[in-house]
Each structure stands twice: as structure tokens, then as C-alpha cells.
T-cell receptor, first 115, second 113 residues
Framework: AQKVTQAQTEISVVEKEDVTLDCVYK???????LFWYKQPPSGELVFLIR??????QNEISGRYSRNFQKSTSSFNFTITASQVVDSAVYFC????????????FGKGTLLTVNP | NAGVTQTPKFRVLKTGQSMTLLCAQD?????MYWYRQDPGMGLRLIHY???????AKGEVPDGYNVSRLKKQNFLLGLESAAPSQTSVYFC????????????FGDGTRLSIL
């Protein structure tokens, strides 16, 4: 069975600090896809980044970067120079390859960025 | 840009009442999904659809029915609401392909008394 674990329930940082959100996943599939979503206090879910299991490169997009480590089944997400507007719940999610459409979510990490 | 629109945004029902949640997307996405979000549980898939006229059960389908009569709309029905169905409901849609991200609506907060 698939599982996504976000061990950090809550994180609090001061503005401009870098912060890393941890995600550990479990799957038996060789092809799978990982996603990060942001849920701000207003409640909507916003897609942030995606990574497939067969892509070796880690990428940086603006202040966001992802660190995919297949050997440890981790898909961590880093925000550089955090801002108050980054305060939100962040969800890591896993989708199997093939025709399975189920997106398995972790329970989320509440990030609070203080001014 | 409308994206995924959910109607209504809030609703309070009494136990036993029925209602339908409407999801509309204007991105011409093939796939649509209904999730529920409960405290400490993350999001769980209720039902999904891979195209007009098709529906399938997700992780927690009991007590819900869905219909996809038009490509752009995906309806979620509660035939006889129960307090356990108090939740925030999210609709999502995506292009065909498992690597495509799902785009979510703003959610519907539903309370069953």
C-alpha cells in the first residue's frame, strides 16, 4: 500500500529564514509521481511542484527547491528566504504510474512564518 | 481565470437531508475528482471520473454518489446526510495522464447537524 508521511506537524520560522519540509513516501511501484501542494489560510489548494520517479535532477524554481532522494524515499521541499505569505499548510502527495488515479496525501505540515 | 469552481461554498444540513455539490471546470480537463478533507486525515478520494459519462469509486465512496453528464461538470450527491459527512469537500481536475497535477477548487464546507 502507498503511504506518505510528513513527520513535521508544525514548523515556525522567522521571516527570511530557509525552511525545509520533509516528506517520506512508501510505494512498491517503480514509476510514480510526487507533488507538493500549498493550502493557505483562505483554504484553497495550490499545486506547487511535481517530480517523477525516473527524473534524476533536483530543480529550483524561484524560492522553491525540491530534493528527491530515491534511496531514502524522501521528497523534501525547501523555501529559501521565507516570507509571511508562505504561511500555510503544505501537503506532499504521491500518485502511482499507470492507470491508477488515486492521489495519496500526507497529513500536512503547518508552516508559520513570523515577521 | 475561473479554473475549478465549486458551488456552494458553505452549507449546513440536518441529518437525513440530501444535497448536491456542483463542480465546474473550464480547462477542458478529462479527469475530475472529489475529495474530502478532515482534521488530521489529509485529503481522501471519494469518487473520480476519467471522462464524460464515467465514474469510479475512490477510497471513501460510501454514502456518496456522483455523476458526470457533461465533461465540464462533476456532481457529488449526498442522499441521506449523516454527521460523519461533516467535512470540507474539494473538487479537482486534471489533464489526461498520471503525471499531470490536479488543480483544485476552493472547497465546500459542509456541516451536518
Amino acid at each position: 500500500a502507498q503511504k506518505v508521511t510528513q513527520a513535521q506537524t508544525e514548523i515556525s520560522v522567522v521571516e527570511k529564514e530557509d525552511v525545509t519540509l520533509d516528506c517520506v513516501y512508501k510505494t512498491r511501484d517503480t514509476t510514480y509521481y510526487l507533488f507538493w501542494y500549498k493550502q493557505p489560510p483562505s483554504g484553497e489548494l495550490v499545486f506547487l511542484i511535481r517530480r517523477n520517479s525516473f527524473d534524476e535532477q533536483n530543480e529550483i524554481s524561484g524560492r522553491y527547491s525540491r530534493n528527491f532522494q530515491k534511496s531514502t524515499s524522501s521528497f523534501n521541499f525547501t523555501i529559501t528566504a521565507s516570507q509571511v505569505v508562505d504561511s500555510a499548510v503544505y501537503f506532499c502527495a504521491l500518485k502511482r504510474g499507470g492507470s491508477n488515479y488515486k492521489l495519496t496525501f500526507g497529513k500536512g505540515t503547518l508552516l508559520t512564518v513570523n515577521p | 481565470n475561473a479554473g475549478v469552481t465549486q458551488t456552494p461554498k458553505f452549507r449546513v444540513l440536518k441529518t437525513g437531508q440530501s444535497m448536491t455539490l456542483l463542480c465546474a471546470q473550464d480547462m477542458n480537463h478529462e479527469y475530475m475528482y472529489w475529495y474530502r478533507q478532515d482534521p488530521g486525515m489529509g485529503l481522501r478520494l471519494i469518487h473520480y471520473s476519467v471522462g464524460e459519462g464515467t465514474t469510479a469509486k475512490g477510497e471513501v465512496p460510501d454514502g456518496y454518489n456522483v455523476s458526470r453528464l457533461k465533461k465540464q461538470n462533476f456532481l457529488l450527491g449526498l442522499e441521506s446526510a449523516a454527521p460523519s459527512q461533516t467535512s470540507v469537500y474539494f473538487c479537482a481536475s486534471s489533464y489526461q495522464g498520471t503525471h499531470q497535477p490536479q488543480h483544485f477548487g476552493d472547497g465546500t464546507r459542509l456541516s451536518i447537524l
